[in-house]
């Protein structure tokens, strides 16, 4: 009877579980442990829009990957590498917290890329207010070079 | 009018030999790139051989972990006769940004096959030519240089260059 009973809660507490997990599921589609929220995501066109228009106020658009080729970007390296990262911080240390801060790296889908949680991590805390993650869901190639949008020289 | 564009159309495609082109069948634009010496090396240079083009990078993580199963095909047959012709060569294009990445890697994992690379990373034209939306990707051509199959991996991979060559 005990026995019946213990069964029967476990199975509750195993549904009531099961089925919590499949309510937050929806959030964790861009992965639980992502630095970076949905409003954090900065459209490309929206980016070049703004690249393409001089009058409109520029970020400081970091390259986090293998090569800057987004226009006007900085060159830092992959950050998955201490020494990039460290190089990405004592730029950082230089701004104010609510600068306009653009990174991307575009090498590979963002659940396959080294580069883009350690960069964004590090701008979360360090405290920034005001920075984005371009989203080049599946490379810089096909999201940003093939579109046409504007390139370092 | 149509029809008779098609009809002629058809004609045309099955008159003038494998056009140039990405799709299965056709024949694959010729690509001339530096190796890691800095001597140009054709892929029109393999002629006669079954080639796989392997389009990789060493911050592609699962081109990386490819490299020891095309470390063993390349083993197995890359003394083996084809149809058209003697043996089986992979011709590797590197989407590197640096040089020193892509020659240690080479050396680190003792890769014997071609590896060409411009060094321009996505930016390379051979990536627009061969319409590339994600690494890892290949093509596999026969000694004509027309396309067999494309984006094998795996044992998928194994058979279809097996099919093509006599043990």
């Known amino acids: 009877m005990i026995k019946s009973m213990k069964t029967k809660i476990l199975t509750l507490l195993l549904f009531a579980f099961t089925t919590s997990m499949l309510v937050t599921n929806p959030f964790s589609s861009q992965g639980q442990s992502d630095p970076w929220t949905q409003q954090q995501l900065l459209a490309p066109a929206d980016l070049a829009k703004v690249l393409n228009n001089p009058k409109s106020p520029q970020p400081i658009v970091y390259s986090i990957g293998m090569q800057a080729i987004v226009k006007g970007s900085i060159d830092i390296g992959p950050t998955m590498r201490a020494e990039n990262l460290n190089t990405l911080k004592q730029k950082l240390n230089k701004l104010p917290k609510n600068s306009q801060i653009v990174v991307y790296c575009g090498c590979c889908p963002f659940s396959r890329c080294p580069n883009v949680r350690p960069a964004m991590a590090l701008l979360k805390s360090m405290q920034f207010t005001n920075y984005k993650l371009l989203n080049l869901p599946q490379n810089v190639k096909v999201d940003w070079i093939d579109k046409g949008y504007p390139m370092t020289e | ?167």
Request: with cysteine; net charge positive.
């Open chain 2, 1 to 167: 009018m149509a029809v008779a564009l098609l009809v002629f159309g058809s004609l045309i495609s099955t008159v003038t030999a494998q056009p140039t082109g990405l799709e299965i069948g056709n024949k694959t634009p010729d690509i001339r790139l530096p190796s890691v010496k800095g001597d140009t090396v054709s892929l029109s240079s393999q002629k006669g051989k079954l080639v796989l083009i392997d389009f990789w990078g060493t911050w592609c993580a699962p081109c990386v972990q490819e490299q020891a199963e095309l470390a063993r095909l390349y083993k197995k047959y890359k003394q083996a006769s084809s149809a058209n012709g003697k043996g089986f060569e992979i011709y590797g294009v590197a989407l590197e940004a640096k040089k020193p990445n892509w020659e240690n890697f080479i050396s680190k994992n003792k890769i014997n096959w071609i590896q060409v690379s411009d060094l321009k990373f996505w930016r390379s034209p051979v990536a627009k030519t061969y319409n590339i939306q994600g690494l890892p990707f290949n093509v596999l051509i026969d000694g004509r240089g027309v396309i067999l199959a494309k984006n094998l991996h795996g044992t998928e991979l194994e058979k279809e260059i097996g099919k093509n060559l006599n043990k």
